[in-house]
Every structure is written in structure tokens, then in C-alpha cells.
């Protein structure tokens, strides 16, 4: 039998996990406290994850520029951070800034990046672009609610059989879906049956 030893570093990890989600603002300032002792990059990154969390994107997005400095070639998964911390700030030429640095990356395709760029360039009034960028996020068994968002897309531009097609395909896979799954996207399949039965 194997017995885990539990050390004081251990328990130390456990009680400010468990601080930190009553607590979340503690872990922003504890952060704060470190960037002020070491401004390093990893320090900001660190903290500007930690406002995220918490939904300060604002002061998120700061910390990210600032971690940055304006090179948006040195860390790709930074720039996605900060195109997503653009979108929920509504700030949609940014997410198409940020967007284009990193587009060429092969991870790029069919990425959550990749469709809030689309959802961007709608923004924008750049509609045919903007199809073009969120179709690859239609993958199954997964993205449910971009899929959802996308199939609400189709609907607003009058391309009600592909927006059905998608509605179908997500009531479909939510048959097959491991229990902890069905839970995590209860509220989503919800709105797409509701959704597809409204088109029938």
C-alpha cells in the first residue's frame, strides 16, 4: 500500500488554493505583492491571469501589455490572452490586431482565438470574413457554445438550413455525452434544443 506523505508544503499549496476561492482578491494582491518584488514576466503573466479570473479584464489586459512591451511575435499564447481580454472589453479592431499576428500559426485554426476574431470582424461589418473565421470552430463533440453562437449567426444571415444543421448535430452528440459533460453543458444544449425546436 502506498501512503502519501502529506508535508507542510503540501498543506501550505491546499489553504491558499482554498483562500483563494473565497477569498479571490487575495490572490490578486499576493500577486501584486510579487510583481512588486520581482518585476519579471512570468510575475505579470501570473497576475494578469489572476485578474482574468476574477473578470478584472481591464486590469488584465494592462498587466498583458505590459509583460508584452508591444512585441506581439514573442508569446503567441499572450497574444491570445489578450485578444480574448480585448473581446470581453468590446475593444473589436484590438481582438483583430492581435488576431492577425498570430493567424498564421497553425494553432490558430479552428481555435476559440480564431472565432472571436470572426465574431470580431462582424463587429466590424466585415460579414463574409467573418463566416469565413467562425465556420472552423464547428467541430464535433466539442465547442458547444461557439457552435451554439455560430449556429445564431447563420440564423441572423437567413442560412437557416446550416443553423439547423448544427442544432441537430449538438442535440445528437449531447446523447453521448459522459455524465460530467452533460452537467458542464446543460444550459447550452438547453438553449439549442429550444432554439431548434422554435425553427420547426
Known sequence: MVTQVFNKRDLDKVQNEIVSVINPTKKVNDLRRQVEFADTFQNRINLADALYEIGDYKSGIGEYEIALKGNYTSDPGVVKKLLE???QTNEYQKVIFCAE??????????????????LALEEEGKSEEAEKNLKPIDQRYSNYEERYTLAKFFLEKGKDADAKEILSEIVLESQHMSKPNRNRYRGVVNDVKKLLTSLS
Do not use: N, V
Open 101 to 118: 499576428h498570430i493567424s498564421k500559426r497553425s494553432d490558430f485554426k479552428g481555435s476559440r482565438s480564431q472565432f472571436l476574431y470572426g
Open 85 to 87: 481580454g480585448y473581446y
